[in-house]
């Protein structure tokens, strides 16, 4: 896969320059999937927020992701495709250009990651372009720390280890991620880090990590 893993998505002209890069194509001819499914493992989200990225809210952070003007776009929740059958599921997956994956609790999505076999189907499918959001990006590191773990369900903090880097995201947007609580977060990973804010992404393409910013960041380790 080639990914871009954000904070907040697409938020500005570096990051949807650095999405047309790896699509290879423009927004508007690309086929897209969203996959809500880390919201329902988070206490701030639900139905309605759900809603918001499947509607492409054009009045919300959405506009960032699902609102982008994709060529198509449609769901892919991975808490159903168990009992749905890859003979049904996979298909739509090989066809879509870009999987768009929202935030919520990077555990819970990493546990049907698996229990669905996405995880398993990933690694067949180089030009698929997986753009993240929070916990869409932070699902892709060996861990998140235990500073966001809020799925009551979750063994732990380990996660699918796609990259060797975790990601602090949302810098400086809420009261408690500030750069010093990035910073003891980091000590706790004990690994390779970023923290990053709205504005800036991951890009990372046959393992050649690329930081595109219009905004603040920081390495650890």
Known sequence: MKLLLTSGGVTNPSIHTALRELLGKPVSESRALCIPTAQWGHPMCGPASVRGLVAADPASDWRYLSGLGWGSLGVLELTALPSIGAQRWVPWVREADVLLVDGGDATYLCHWMRESGLADLLPSLPDLVWVGVSAGSMVMAPRIGAYFVEWAAAPDDRTLGVVDFSIFP???????????????????????????????????????????????WTRFG
């Open 170 to 216: 949302h810098l400086n947007l809420f009261p408690t991620n500030t750069p010093a609580d990035a910073q003891r977060w980091a000590a706790d990973i004990g690994g390779p880090a970023y923290a990053i804010d709205e504005q800036t992404a991951i890009k990372v393409v046959d393992g050649t990590v690329e930081v595109v910013s219009e905004g603040q």
